[in-house]
């Protein structure tokens, strides 16, 4: 369950004695902005660099017991893709101390200290948790829009997880809040992209045909949640392994940045997670 823990939202199922994580919403940042207002993390916004790398740091170290800041954070430019990296300790500072490094929508580590953040305001930011047989923590951090939710990112982060050793049955997954079905509504071309993309079925499955606009154009309805969890359970994890947010961004455009309520002119929220010192 996602529960409001001062200025982040958190899950219960990503709760673990060495992971730390957090969704970040409007609140507890240093922007000033109406439409940044006050906890933005995305650059090219309106805010200035000094800014987002104070409210990155706020970030990295209210989701970490203040052991991490922003230069343990990695954040990249995100391209509605389904690609993952690898992240290792050298990365830290990517797109905070240091320039951005490659563009992605997701990433995976092993390595404790490093955070990965990902950027949203009405796409679907997914945290993940796991470990290997011997107890060694593995966590990951995706970014999916509409084509990232279709082509499966999710999966891949799962897949590269296991890679580094995590055992399928001991991943927890915290889908946080994102546009939801009450009001994200896309036309005919998008849903033959995700059609193109995930098949016929499954388009028909995540794309409910909502009546027409004015100019008589078919309207339909996109289920993120569902083409994520789609993804996730065809890989094995099973529901009980998945946490998902109940908020919808665009429903509350004063507690989370949205794309959609505002026409474009908004902040950017973040989720990050963190693998903590060895005690
Ligand atoms: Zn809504």
Not at 3 to 28: A, K, P, Q, V
Not at 187 to 205: I, L, N, P, R, S
Not at 236 to 263: F, N, V
Not at 267 to 278: F, R
């Amino acid at each position: 369950m996602f529960y409001r823990d001062g200025i982040l939202f958190r899950s219960d199922l990503l709760t673990g004695s060495r992971i730390r994580h957090g969704f970040s919403t409007r609140e507890g940042g240093v922007s000033v902005f109406p439409h940044t207002r006050s906890m933005n993390l995305g650059h090219g916004l309106g805010d200035s660099q000094e800014i987002v790398y104070q409210n990155a740091d706020i970030f990295a170290k209210t989701l970490s017991d203040g052991i991490y800041g922003a230069e343990s954070v990695v954040i990249t430019s995100q391209i509605h893709s389904a690609k993952v990296r690898f992240l290792s300790a050298a990365n830290c500072g990517e797109g905070t101390v240091l320039p951005v490094g490659e563009s992605c929508d997701g990433f995976v580590t092993d390595c404790p200290g490093v955070m990965p953040i990902v950027r949203t305001a009405d796409c679907t930011p997914i945290l993940l948790a796991g470990s290997t047989g011997d107890g060694r923590p593995v966590i990951g951090a995706v970014h999916a829009g509409w084509k990232g939710s279709a082509a499966g990112i999710a999966a891949v982060a799962v897949g590269y997880m296991t890679e580094l050793g995590a055992e399928l049955s001991t991943i927890r997954v915290a889908v946080g809040a994102h546009i939801e079905v009450c009001c994200y509504e896309v036309g005919a071309d998008m849903v033959e992209q995700v059609a193109a993309t995930a098949g016929a079925d499954f388009a028909g499955k995540f794309c409910t045909p909502r009546g027409k606009n004015g100019a008589g154009e078919e309207k339909f309805t996109a289920d993120l949640t569902g083409m994520n969890c789609f993804h996730l359970q065809y890989c094995g994890i099973s529901p009980e392994q998945i946490d998902i947010s109940s908020e919808c961004t665009m429903c509350h455009p004063d507690l989370y940045h949205s794309h959609r309520a505002t026409g474009g002119k908004r902040g950017t929220m973040g989720a990050g997670i963190v693998i903590m010192p060895e005690m």
